[in-house]
């Protein structure tokens, strides 16, 4: 029984995620980030909606928030498989 027991816990060793930088704090960072892009999406695409904003501010703040969403996963991706 204990022989399983070490089997389990050398392929839970060997399963652990590394990084560069801490892996669960990179997520948590890009999570707590892209959640605020999203929010600030859905208030500016209201606004816009409401027409308090252009639309030409909601297609640049859109794709700004965008970008700054894709390169949160980006790094989380990255720094756990390359760190």
Known sequence: ??????????ILD??????YLNPLKVKKFSFFIITLCILFSVV???LAIWDFAGQDVL????????VIALSCVFFTL???NYG
Do not use: P
């Not at 060997?14 to 990084?19: A, F, N, P, T």
């Open 1 to 10: 029984m204990s022989d399983d027991y070490e089997v389990n816990q050398k």
């Open 78 to 80: 990255i720094n756990e």
């Open 44 to 46: 500016v695409s209201i």
């Open 14 to 19: 060997q399963k652990k995620v590394k990084g």
């Open 59 to 66: 297609y640049r703040t859109l794709a700004t928030l965008g």
